[in-house]
């Protein structure tokens, strides 16, 4: 085929959420039968001709392939799956004679029912995002099960756009994919790539026939050495699968590999007949030593932060590229569905800070000038690159940036700040100190954030209640939390975080260094969003912030309560951090606040404190060369904020949603008394791993999803434990969910709840009718 051409800028995706959450408030309106498929369609597809026009209002082409038609209701990964029929048997009864899944169909494989469990879901190479996890077999039947993306081409046509379709590659759906439970032992999804190839050929070839001139396919896999298939497999899968979509192919294929550098995988990718690829030139590096004809989108654009960056030095990279390849187009690093819509919106920010960020609108704005810079030369862009440089210097000078005081006391740190006591010795006395049975049971922190607390904390926020009057609407419901647990039987209590809107921002709202959105709303998993705070400047405490609502908690029971942080990691992780020194530098910084923080509740008398670091997997490096370093400074700014803790204090560690086996070493490293785990969807399988890691503290495997709507039953939960129990001594193991319970309602979770404390009793007796030595 002949090459058609391809625009001087584009960006690999776009937010789709809406710049109101549009999609979803629909979802969950559907969800809850308020409205119809029908209505939810309409409003999606509302959204997607916004999505267009706002696109080419910021300088996209309305026809030459430069906007993205990468749309999702809930995942872009279960959207790939359910298009080549990748449907586990237990959903076998959604799926018509035309192999053909449904809309409700397709959030029941996300969320799961009554009867069945959903899709395992973890993190997305090294972002917050969560896709879930294809189950593929020997047996797996695939075909083209779904027409969605070429409706929505065909969609585009008829508004008169030609977009170019965005979908997840095959090699890297079977690479992220799990065996599903027939599959013999040794089977890898991967090994079915010849099967899913055809597939795909006749996707293309439906895609162009409704009018796409050229298709992106995500091959995030090619860049990574941290997925269960080794980086060489990969590697060769890339240059089977390319060499037989790109024969004959009846469009032009863009190859997209974001989040790194492609290394050895880039010839595979020159070599292949395909027509472009996309390279990430924020995290990797324009090549050396090669040439092609290929279009290469330049990835100068960071799509996974917010800062306005460096357009002349973009621009210089752009032209470097050229080098490379003759044709050449400015783009984004990532989708950009990892940062908000709109700075602009944002008018609460301080209008200086304001001037340093770049969300997603101001992203394709970058990319219009750089493609401009690319056709027209330097000149014709030199206001804008001129601003840009400006706005970077001011941010460099900014008051706050750098805090002497900040940099003294972290520059002052030594080995001994980093070690807590021995480990027999803190067993020996937390046991004294807490009396607790065997199998403790608690949860991970939050309790549901019901309507009532989400009007009070805005009628505060607008002033239409005093401080006093919320504080005292925070005690009643800290009360109501306390009462329900000690109903309920669990052993640990926590105060359930009514007063926190998020578990970064909160803290965000209550160190120095840090800014906060109203409207910087980014997708974590399907329907749900956080907004990442801004970390711009040195990092250090003012005042306690957790501490008084601790021990209010601690005044209403005699059993032990949790006070409860959020780590270092997942700080920086869930925030957008500054670019201008090493994560690590920031990392401790946070950590002497919380080290603060920690030393108040200790002297409050809260017994148990949980740091939790559910990102620590999130933030590892995807290249080997890079994680030991990355390791280091990570378990390195944990240790700092709990070591000063006396051998009494029980600390706690939470994470979830992760691969833990290449990490197992580090969480060890960690040395936490008590580490909780998301197990619940996997069904236990990170227990051998703690097992074979000889990991030998407290640790709780979560036995209830808390990310599906279901209610585990006893028989389920009980099931659970007996695995646990067959991998672990009970000595070592606590009960608890797989994370906080912020997002469920107080209905399934009292059962939940019920449920687990019931199943843990019953394990009780049978570990007590156990004779010794048994």
């Known amino acids: 085929m002949t090459t058609p051409s391809f625009p001087a800028g584009t960006v690999l995706g776009y937010p789709r959420i809406g710049a109101d959450r549009e999609l979803k408030r629909a979802v969950e309106s559907h969800w809850r039968g308020d409205t119809t498929v029908d209505e939810l369609e309409a409003t999606a597809a509302d959204l997607r001709a916004t999505t267009r026009a706002r696109l080419v209002e910021l300088g996209l082409g309305r026809d030459d392939s430069s906007v993205p038609e990468s749309f999702s209701y809930y995942d872009q990964v279960l959207d790939a799956a359910v298009t080549v029929g990748a449907v586990p048997a237990r959903f076998a009864d959604l799926v018509d004679a035309d192999g053909h899944l449904d809309l409700d169909g397709y959030f029941t494989l996300a969320r799961g029912d009554a009867e069945r469990a959903p899709l395992e879901m973890t993190k997305w190479f090294d972002t917050n995002y969560h896709y879930l996890v294809p189950e593929i077999g020997p047996s797996t039947a695939f075909r083209l099960a779904g027409d969605r993306l070429v409706r929505e081409v065909e969609e585009a046509r008829a508004a008169g756009y030609r977009t170019r379709p965005v979908v997840v590659g095959p090699v890297t759906l079977l690479a992220l994919a799990k065996a599903d439970g027939d599959a013999p032992e040794g089977f890898v999804p991967l090994d079915r790539l010849a099967d899913l190839v055809p597939v795909y050929r006749e996707l293309l070839a439906r895609l162009a026939a409704a009018g796409a001139e050229w298709v992106q396919l995500d091959e995030p896999a090619l860049v990574s050495e941290s997925l269960d298939v080794d980086a060489a497999t990969v590697r060769a899968a890339a240059a089977s699968a390319y060499a037989s979509l790109g024969s004959d192919r009846p469009l032009a294929i863009l190859v997209a590999a974001p989040y790194g550098d492609l290394g050895e995988a880039l010839p595979v990718l020159l070599d292949a007949p395909v027509d472009g690829v996309a390279l990430d030139l924020v995290k990797g590096s324009v090549p050396t030593g090669v040439t092609t004809d290929k279009v290469l989108v330049g990835g100068v654009v960071d799509g996974h932060n917010v800062w306005r960056g460096d357009l002349a030095a973009a621009l210089e990279a752009l032209e470097s590229l050229r080098a490379v390849s003759p044709v050449v187009s400015a783009g984004t690093s990532t989708n950009l569905f990892h940062v908000p819509h709109d700075v602009e919106v944002e008018r609460q920010l301080d209008a200086r800070l304001r ?3 770049a969300f997603a609108d101001q992203k394709v704005g970058q990319v219009a000038v750089l493609a401009r810079g690319l056709t027209a030369g330097r000149e014709a862009v030199l206001d804008e690159l001129t601003r840009a440089s400006s706005a970077l210097a001011d941010r460099l000078a900014a008051p706050g ?23 027999e010795a803190r067993v020996a006395e937390q046991e004294a100190a807490l009396s607790l049975p065997a199998l403790p049971t608690t949860t991970i922190g939050s309790f549901p954030q019901t309507g009532d607390i989400r009007v009070a904390r805005a009628r505060h926020a607008r002033g239409e209640i005093d401080d ?7 005690q009643d419901e ?6 329900l647990q000690e109903e309920i039987g669990l052993d640990v209590l926590v105060h359930g975080e009514p007063e926190r809107n998020d578990m970064v921002q909160y803290f965000a709202e209550n160190l120095d260094g840090f800014a906060v959105t109203q409207h910087g709303w980014v997708q974590s998993y399907g329907s749900r969003a956080t907004r990442p705070s801004i970390l711009w400047g040195d ?16 005044s209403l029971t005699t059993k032990p309560v949790k006070g409860m942080l959020t780590g270092p990691v997942t700080i920086l992780a869930w925030s957008f951090v500054r670019d201008d020194q090493p994560l690590g530098e920031t990392a401790d910084q946070v950590a002497l606040a919380l080290r603060d923080e920690i030393a108040d509740l200790e002297a409050a008398g809260i017994p148990i404190v949980q740091v939790d670091e559910p990102a620590l997997r ?11 370093a990355y390791l280091d400074w990570s378990v390195g700014s944990f240790r700092l904020a709990t070591a000063g803790v006396a051998a009494r204090t029980q600390i706690h560690t939470h994470l979830c949603y992760s691969e833990f086996g290449v990490v197992i070493e580090a969480i060890d490293a960690l040395d936490a008394d008590v580490t909780s785990i998301e197990a619940a969807r996997s069904r236990m399988e990170v227990v051998a791993e703690v097992r074979d890691g000889g990991f030998s503290r407290g640790v709780g495997p979560g036995v209830y999803d808390i990310h599906s709507p279901r209610v585990p039953s006893v028989d389920e939960v009980s099931e659970l434990l007996r695995t646990a129990l067959d991998a672990l001594p009970v000595r070592q193991l606590w009960v608890n969910p797989d994370c906080g319970l912020k997002t469920r309602g107080y209905a399934e979770t009292v059962a939940a709840l019920e449920n687990l404390v019931s199943a843990t009793r019953a394990a009780r007796e049978r570990v007590a009718a156990v004779p010794a030595g048994v």
């Open 355 to 357: 001037s340093w960020l």
């Open 401 to 423: 940036v750098r805090d002497g005081a900040v940099r003294a006391r972290a520059a002052a740190l030594t080995p001994a700040d980093y070690v807590r006591g021995d480990e």
């Open 468 to 474: 006093d009057a919320y504080r005292g609407f925070l």
């Open 478 to 483: 800290i009360r109501r939390v306390v009462a």
């Open 539 to 554: 990092v250090s405490r003012p005042a306690p912030i957790t501490v008084r609502w601790s021990t209010f908690t601690q």
């Open 618 to 628: 999130e933030l590892l490096p995807l290249k080997v060369a890079d994680q030991a």
